[in-house]
């Protein structure tokens, strides 16, 4: 009898939906004022595309593919152009991922701040997270389909990721829809490292995907 008991407790339990967990954006290395000072420069830097700039405090093994016949600096230079500076498209990707938060660790910052914090527990390559506050969930794939949720920051789960358009996503307490892909950001999009060395700040990691 007490089997039967424990064994519906653990039933009922399971049926009760999970936590939505969430990571809210956040700006940790503004507690940094060293990194605080190199992230303005660097701010400016991308907003006037200036490429001479950017590779002078580019760390000369600079990790920007995990797959890279030019490691370090050289291939860095060669991938994005910027010994052509007109034709450097880094601009955009470093703007966007400078745009969602920080996060700080001892001798090192990372952003955004959802791959720097984001749970281990989580699979990077199934999770995706809005890249703004108060995001629709639709029961579609259409902005005429009715909105299931609004989601505040919450980690998805990847269900299908194949359409162009929109990302078939279920939160942690079962919801299933869609988000609109420009809407969304994965853990493996680009992100950048940068740690102090000798004192002084440098970009050590510009990479996407895995």
Known sequence: MKTIV???????????????????????CAADASFGAFRASLRGIVKRKDAKALLAITASDIEWSLDADHPGRPGFIKEWSLDQPGKATIWPEFEAALALGCALDPGKASIPY????????????????????????????????????????????????????????KTDDGKEGYVRVDFLRTALAYRAVFEKRAGKWTLAVFINGD
């Open 114 to 169: 959802m791959y720097g914090r984001l749970p281990e527990a989580r699979d990077v390559f199934a999770t995706t997270m809005p890249n703004r506050p108060r995001v629709n969930l639709r029961a579609g794939p259409s902005t005429d389909s009715a909105v299931v949720a609004l989601l505040d920051w919450d980690i998805l789960t990847i269900i299908d990721d194949n359409n162009t358009s929109w990302t078939h996503v």
């Open 6 to 28: 424990i064994a519906a407790l653990v039933a009922s339990l399971a049926a009760v939906p999970a936590f939505a967990e969430k990571l809210p954006l956040r700006d940790e």
